[in-house]
């Protein structure tokens, strides 16, 4: 019973921090600088996501080499991403290249 109190407890508290916004959302119109800063906003937070996975696999280090899987498939996935703007064969290209190189490094290791 003590579950059901929370889980009700955090939906009050998450429509009570979200529901200001809805209701001013058609009464409220925000400066053209903010919604132009708004709009770098997901941008920042997948890069802040991403690079860290991707710069440190093992979490401790910083790994710029060859025998980085996550690397060379975060570049692969880059490089098809800003030439064909394809969203699909850039997920593809990228985890063929993550897998290819983890199959490498398995026969080389």
Do not use: D
């Not at 003590?2 to 925000?30: C, D, K, W």
């Amino acid at each position: 019973m003590n579950e059901f109190y929370l889980i009700f407890g955090m939906a009050v508290v998450t429509f009570l921090i979200r529901y200001p916004m809805f209701a001013l959302s058609g009464q409220v119109e925000f400066p053209q600088t903010l919604v132009r800063a708004l709009r770098y906003v997901p941008p920042a937070v997948l890069t802040a996501i991403i690079v860290p996975a991707v710069l440190m696999p093992n979490g401790t280090t910083i790994n710029l080499s060859y025998t980085n899987a996550y690397l060379i498939g975060a570049l692969a996935a880059a490089a098809v991403g800003w030439f064909s703007r394809n969203l699909l064969l850039t997920i593809v290209v990228g985890m063929a290249a993550f897998f290819s190189e983890q199959v490498l490094l398995g026969l080389m290791g």
